[in-house]
Protein backbone atom coordinates (compact mmCIF):
# COMPACT_ATOMS: atom_id res chain seq x y z
CA UNK A 1 0.00 0.00 0.00
CA UNK A 2 1.63 3.10 -1.23
CA UNK A 3 0.70 6.31 0.96
CA UNK A 4 2.05 8.87 3.72
CA UNK A 5 0.10 9.21 7.43
CA UNK A 6 0.81 11.85 9.21
CA UNK A 7 -0.73 11.03 12.86
CA UNK A 8 -1.11 14.33 14.87
CA UNK A 9 -2.57 14.57 18.58
CA UNK A 10 -4.69 17.67 19.74
CA UNK A 11 -3.59 18.30 23.57
CA UNK A 12 -6.41 19.55 25.46
CA UNK A 13 -8.70 19.55 28.32
CA UNK A 14 -11.60 16.41 27.87
CA UNK A 15 -13.97 16.79 24.75
CA UNK A 16 -13.73 20.40 24.89
CA UNK A 17 -16.27 22.44 25.26
CA UNK A 18 -18.25 19.90 27.12
CA UNK A 19 -16.09 19.21 30.15
CA UNK A 20 -13.38 20.94 32.12
CA UNK A 21 -11.61 18.05 33.47
CA UNK A 22 -7.88 16.43 32.02
CA UNK A 23 -8.32 12.63 32.55
CA UNK A 24 -6.61 12.67 29.08
CA UNK A 25 -4.11 14.56 29.51
CA UNK A 26 -3.52 12.77 32.79
CA UNK A 27 -4.06 8.95 32.01
CA UNK A 28 -4.54 9.09 28.05
CA UNK A 29 -1.38 10.61 26.83
CA UNK A 30 1.35 8.65 28.96
CA UNK A 31 -0.38 5.59 27.48
CA UNK A 32 -0.52 7.23 24.08
CA UNK A 33 2.96 8.31 24.06
CA UNK A 34 4.10 5.22 25.24
CA UNK A 35 1.93 3.51 22.16
CA UNK A 36 4.10 5.79 19.98
CA UNK A 37 7.10 4.95 21.14
CA UNK A 38 6.12 1.30 20.88
CA UNK A 39 5.72 1.60 17.20
CA UNK A 40 8.74 4.03 16.62
CA UNK A 41 6.05 6.48 15.05
CA UNK A 42 7.08 10.05 15.45
CA UNK A 43 3.84 12.42 16.06
CA UNK A 44 3.17 16.29 15.38
CA UNK A 45 1.47 17.43 18.57
CA UNK A 46 -0.41 20.02 18.65
CA UNK A 47 -1.47 21.73 22.09
CA UNK A 48 -3.03 24.56 23.80
CA UNK A 49 -0.86 26.62 25.97
CA UNK A 50 -3.13 25.68 28.74
CA UNK A 51 -2.55 22.02 28.47
CA UNK A 52 1.12 22.50 27.25
CA UNK A 53 1.40 24.54 31.01
CA UNK A 54 0.13 21.27 32.75
CA UNK A 55 3.02 18.84 31.56
CA UNK A 56 6.40 19.50 32.98
CA UNK A 57 8.01 19.85 29.71
CA UNK A 58 7.56 19.33 25.74
CA UNK A 59 7.26 15.28 25.17
CA UNK A 60 10.61 14.00 23.40
CA UNK A 61 10.67 13.11 20.15
CA UNK A 62 7.74 14.32 18.79
CA UNK A 63 7.24 17.77 16.57
CA UNK A 64 4.80 19.76 18.06
CA UNK A 65 2.59 22.95 17.37
CA UNK A 66 0.13 24.99 18.92
CA UNK A 67 -3.73 24.91 19.73
CA UNK A 68 -4.61 27.68 20.85
CA UNK A 69 -4.88 29.72 23.89
CA UNK A 70 -7.66 27.56 25.92
CA UNK A 71 -9.21 25.88 22.86
CA UNK A 72 -11.55 28.85 22.46
CA UNK A 73 -13.70 28.94 18.98
CA UNK A 74 -11.61 31.48 17.53
CA UNK A 75 -14.03 32.03 14.58
CA UNK A 76 -16.54 33.44 17.43
CA UNK A 77 -14.21 36.35 18.93
CA UNK A 78 -13.68 39.61 17.39
CA UNK A 79 -10.99 39.44 15.15
CA UNK A 80 -8.50 41.46 17.13
CA UNK A 81 -9.26 39.35 20.01
CA UNK A 82 -8.77 36.43 17.71
CA UNK A 83 -5.41 37.69 17.01
CA UNK A 84 -4.50 38.32 20.60
CA UNK A 85 -5.03 34.91 21.72
CA UNK A 86 -3.22 33.04 18.87
CA UNK A 87 0.11 35.90 20.21
CA UNK A 88 -0.49 34.95 23.72
CA UNK A 89 -0.61 31.21 23.08
CA UNK A 90 2.65 31.53 20.90
CA UNK A 91 4.37 33.61 23.33
CA UNK A 92 3.47 31.03 26.46
CA UNK A 93 4.75 27.67 24.34
CA UNK A 94 7.84 29.87 23.13
CA UNK A 95 8.56 30.78 26.74
CA UNK A 96 8.04 27.23 28.00
CA UNK A 97 10.62 25.97 25.09
CA UNK A 98 7.73 24.08 23.12
CA UNK A 99 9.12 25.80 19.97
CA UNK A 100 5.77 25.74 17.63
CA UNK A 101 5.97 24.93 14.15
CA UNK A 102 2.66 24.84 13.45
CA UNK A 103 -0.78 25.74 14.13
CA UNK A 104 -3.87 24.30 14.36
CA UNK A 105 -7.37 26.33 15.36
CA UNK A 106 -9.31 24.64 18.11
CA UNK A 107 -12.31 22.13 16.71
CA UNK A 108 -10.79 23.48 13.32
CA UNK A 109 -12.53 27.34 12.81
CA UNK A 110 -10.07 29.58 12.18
CA UNK A 111 -10.37 32.96 10.16
CA UNK A 112 -8.48 34.79 7.78
CA UNK A 113 -7.59 37.29 10.40
CA UNK A 114 -6.17 34.16 12.00
CA UNK A 115 -4.33 32.31 9.72
CA UNK A 116 -2.55 36.08 8.62
CA UNK A 117 -1.54 36.60 12.45
CA UNK A 118 -0.21 32.69 12.29
CA UNK A 119 1.98 33.62 9.00
CA UNK A 120 3.38 36.56 10.66
CA UNK A 121 4.18 34.91 13.81
CA UNK A 122 6.19 32.50 11.76
CA UNK A 123 4.54 29.45 11.52
CA UNK A 124 5.81 26.94 9.31
CA UNK A 125 2.62 25.83 8.34
CA UNK A 126 -1.21 25.52 9.40
CA UNK A 127 -3.71 22.32 9.81
CA UNK A 128 -6.60 24.46 10.79
CA UNK A 129 -8.55 23.34 7.55
CA UNK A 130 -10.48 19.48 7.47
CA UNK A 131 -11.62 17.74 4.30
CA UNK A 132 -14.57 17.64 6.13
CA UNK A 133 -15.53 21.20 7.30
CA UNK A 134 -15.70 23.39 4.33
CA UNK A 135 -15.05 27.14 4.67
CA UNK A 136 -15.63 29.24 2.08
CA UNK A 137 -14.28 32.76 1.35
CA UNK A 138 -10.95 31.89 3.90
CA UNK A 139 -8.65 32.47 1.08
CA UNK A 140 -5.16 30.72 0.92
CA UNK A 141 -4.03 31.30 3.86
CA UNK A 142 -0.68 32.69 2.87
CA UNK A 143 1.36 29.74 4.37
CA UNK A 144 1.30 25.99 3.76
CA UNK A 145 -1.70 24.33 4.58
CA UNK A 146 -2.64 21.01 5.87
CA UNK A 147 -6.12 19.78 6.51
CA UNK A 148 -6.56 17.25 8.43
CA UNK A 149 -8.46 14.60 6.80
CA UNK A 150 -10.89 12.37 8.41
CA UNK A 151 -12.55 13.28 12.10
CA UNK A 152 -10.82 11.14 14.87
CA UNK A 153 -14.10 9.40 15.94
CA UNK A 154 -12.92 7.27 12.85
CA UNK A 155 -10.44 5.99 14.33
CA UNK A 156 -12.59 4.52 17.17
CA UNK A 157 -15.09 2.40 14.66
CA UNK A 158 -14.86 -1.40 14.67
CA UNK A 159 -11.45 -2.47 12.51
CA UNK A 160 -13.35 -3.72 9.73
CA UNK A 161 -14.59 -0.34 9.11
CA UNK A 162 -11.85 2.01 10.05
CA UNK A 163 -9.66 -0.38 7.66
CA UNK A 164 -11.49 0.48 4.68
CA UNK A 165 -11.88 3.95 5.79
CA UNK A 166 -8.62 4.63 5.80
CA UNK A 167 -7.37 1.78 3.30
CA UNK A 168 -9.11 3.94 0.42
CA UNK A 169 -7.14 7.18 1.86
CA UNK A 170 -3.72 6.10 1.46
CA UNK A 171 -4.32 4.84 -1.71
CA UNK A 172 -5.96 7.81 -3.07
CA UNK A 173 -4.07 10.32 -0.91
CA UNK A 174 -0.35 11.97 -1.18
CA UNK A 175 -0.77 12.29 2.29
CA UNK A 176 -3.10 11.13 5.11
CA UNK A 177 -3.24 13.47 8.43
CA UNK A 178 -5.48 11.76 11.22
CA UNK A 179 -6.24 13.52 14.54
CA UNK A 180 -6.45 11.74 17.70
CA UNK A 181 -7.13 13.32 21.73
CA UNK A 182 -5.77 11.98 24.67
CA UNK A 183 -9.12 12.14 26.04
CA UNK A 184 -10.09 9.84 23.75
CA UNK A 185 -7.50 7.01 25.34
CA UNK A 186 -9.54 7.93 28.06
CA UNK A 187 -13.71 6.63 28.74
CA UNK A 188 -15.40 9.42 28.44
CA UNK A 189 -18.98 9.36 30.01
CA UNK A 190 -22.05 12.40 29.90
CA UNK A 191 -20.55 13.29 26.56
CA UNK A 192 -22.46 13.72 23.11
CA UNK A 193 -22.35 10.43 21.76
CA UNK A 194 -19.94 10.88 18.51
CA UNK A 195 -17.53 12.24 21.29
CA UNK A 196 -17.95 9.19 23.62
CA UNK A 197 -18.52 5.83 21.91
CA UNK A 198 -15.62 3.56 22.20
CA UNK A 199 -13.49 5.70 23.99
CA UNK A 200 -11.26 4.07 26.88
CA UNK A 201 -10.07 1.03 26.33
CA UNK A 202 -11.29 -0.16 22.84
CA UNK A 203 -10.05 2.95 21.57
CA UNK A 204 -6.51 2.55 23.09
CA UNK A 205 -6.83 -1.38 21.64
CA UNK A 206 -8.28 -0.29 18.37
CA UNK A 207 -6.13 2.76 17.64
CA UNK A 208 -2.87 0.34 17.76
CA UNK A 209 -3.85 -2.30 15.71
CA UNK A 210 -4.85 0.39 13.12
CA UNK A 211 -1.61 1.77 13.30
CA UNK A 212 -0.03 -1.87 13.04
CA UNK A 213 -1.99 -2.33 10.18
CA UNK A 214 -1.07 0.54 8.22
CA UNK A 215 2.54 0.19 9.14
CA UNK A 216 2.38 -3.57 7.68
CA UNK A 217 1.59 -2.66 4.60
CA UNK A 218 3.90 -0.25 3.74
CA UNK A 219 2.65 3.13 5.00
CA UNK A 220 5.12 5.41 5.91
CA UNK A 221 4.49 7.83 8.71
CA UNK A 222 6.09 11.67 8.49
CA UNK A 223 5.20 14.71 10.67
CA UNK A 224 3.60 17.43 8.90
CA UNK A 225 6.99 19.44 9.16
CA UNK A 226 8.82 16.71 7.24
CA UNK A 227 6.29 17.43 4.45
CA UNK A 228 7.21 20.63 3.77
CA UNK A 229 10.18 20.46 1.36
CA UNK A 230 7.19 18.36 -0.72
CA UNK A 231 4.77 20.59 -1.06
ZN1 LIG B 1 -8.95 20.48 19.75
Do not use: Q
Amino acid sequence: MRGKVAFTLDLEEDAPPFLRTWRGMEEGLPALLELLEELGIRATLFSTAEAAGRLPGRPEGHEVGCHGLRHERLDRLPPAEGRRRVREATERMRRMGWRPRGFRAPNFRPTAEVLDEVRRLGYSYDSSLALYKPYPGLGPPGLPEFPNTLPSSILRLPLSLSRRILGWCVRHLPLTVLDYHPWEAVEMRGVRWDLGFSTGETSLRRLRELLLWLGERGVEFVTLGEMLPSL
